[in-house]
């Protein structure tokens, strides 16, 4: 079972800047991609921003240009830096990994962490 620790959510004010950590550990194979997710209340959860095994990242439209991934290469530890928040921004955001379930399977599975409250108001 993979482990997760996320840090870094909280208040802030509109247009201010938040960074999230999350800190995987356990089996987690290559090919793997890593990914935060948000749900605000009353709505399904959502892929905020992707970055795989290579590096290639991935948006949802409402965040680009505002938001960015990063990973630490070595290790497994997945950041989202936030910047010029909204209020639409406001959510429980999770962490996420999609890895094989072992070494030689084709089969993936998806772990979640516990998720971090971000909040965005004046």
């Known amino acids: 079972q993979v482990q997760f620790v996320e840090s870094g959510g909280g208040l802030v004010q509109p247009g201010g800047s938040l960074r999230l950590s999350c800190v995987m550990s356990g089996p987690i194979f290559g090919d793997s991609t890593r990914a935060w997710y948000r749900q605000a209340p009353g709505r399904q959860r959502e892929l905020v921003a992707a970055?795989?095994?290579?590096?290639?990242?991935k948006y949802a439209d409402s965040v680009k240009g505002r938001f960015t991934i990063s990973r630490v290469n070595i290790g497994n530890t997945i950041y989202l830096q936030m910047n010029d928040l909204k209020p639409e921004d406001t959510a429980v955001y999770y962490c996420n990994v999609l890895t094989r379930s072992s070494p030689t399977s084709s089969e993936y599975r998806a772990y979640w962490g516990q998720g971090t409250q971000v909040t965005v108001s004046s």
């Open positions: 970055i795989n095994e290579i590096g290639d990242t």
